[in-house]
């Protein structure tokens, strides 16, 4: 069974946690760790010399102690700021071999990233850890090329031609909707809505499934949205408050647990 297909709905912790811990931060990846969750979303741009730094800006201003893009640092200067957490930024590959319990869904946030990160999804077992996500299905599109066995979400193009198609008649459907092969696709990211336009509906949850992708919904935080989501039948929670989402998803079990228990409704 590949990592991201779970018998039970899963909880992205969205930045690590943001709703809770400062965000991208070693606390908050150690507190999902030692709070025994398994998945975590988070960001990579690349500095100047190459390594993915794990954060959401380009711009360091409003998670660190720095200004300016990442882009024009070296790893040397980023290693000497501070973040929200009051530590250093971390590294990805850092990230990985400190939290060997967690895996990281890992959105690809600038062009730049995109060689690095195929440098790294090329080392051992780190296809086994990682999902590549990005808004851009041309980031996307040469990681699929390049490491084969990796498994991405879709980007944003590709997400519209799932809503358009999930519109058709089911005798319409095919697996051409996927760009690439369609094997490395195994998540449809999405927002509930994207403006005025529904995404997240009980044909689109039908078509993803029909076309052997899950469906997680970002960035869901209030309880009543998630227990919305869940009855509609997402495979997944994006969120900033993985322990409220743990918590919901949890109740829900043991409602349905109690419903089908053999020995429901006979006294003694």
Request: proline share 6%; net charge positive.
């Amino acid at each position: 069974m590949r990592a991201w297909e779970s018998p039970r709905p899963v909880v992205l912790a969205h930045r690590a946690g943001a709703g809770q811990y400062p965000e991208n931060s070693r606390a908050a990846f150690a507190a999902m760790a030692h709070g025994g969750f398994r998945y975590v979303e988070t960001d990579v741009h690349a500095c100047a010399t190459g390594e993915l730094v794990l954060m959401h800006d380009e711009d360091l201003s409003r998670t660190t102690n720095g200004a300016g893009p990442i882009t024009a640092k070296t790893w040397d200067e980023v290693r000497k700021l501070k973040d929200l957490s009051g530590e250093a930024p971390l590294r990805l590959s850092e990230a990985l071999d400190a939290f060997p319990d967690l895996t990281f869904n890992v959105d690809v946030k600038s062009p730049g990233a995109v060689e690095p990160m195929i440098k790294l999804l090329r080392q051992p077992g780190a296809t086994d850890r990682m999902l590549v996500a990005s808004f851009s299905e041309s980031r996307l599109a040469p990681i699929r090329a390049a490491v084969p066995a990796v498994r991405t979400s879709l980007g944003v193009a590709g997400v519209a031609r799932l809503v358009a198609a999930s519109r058709l008649a089911r005798s319409r459907w095919t697996r051409g909707v996927l760009p690439g092969r369609g094997r490395t696709i195994a998540l449809a990211q999405v927002p509930e809505r994207f403006g005025r336009v529904p995404v997240v509906t009980a044909r689109f949850l039908d078509l993803a499934h029909h076309l052997g992708i899950g469906v997680h919904v970002w960035t869901v935080n209030e309880a009543g949205d998630m227990a919305r989501l869940l009855d509609m039948g997402v495979d997944g929670l994006v969120t900033d408050m993985p322990e409220r989402a743990r918590s919901i998803i949890e109740a829900r079990e043991r409602r349905v647990a109690h419903r089908t228990s053999p020995y429901q409704n006979h006294s003694k």
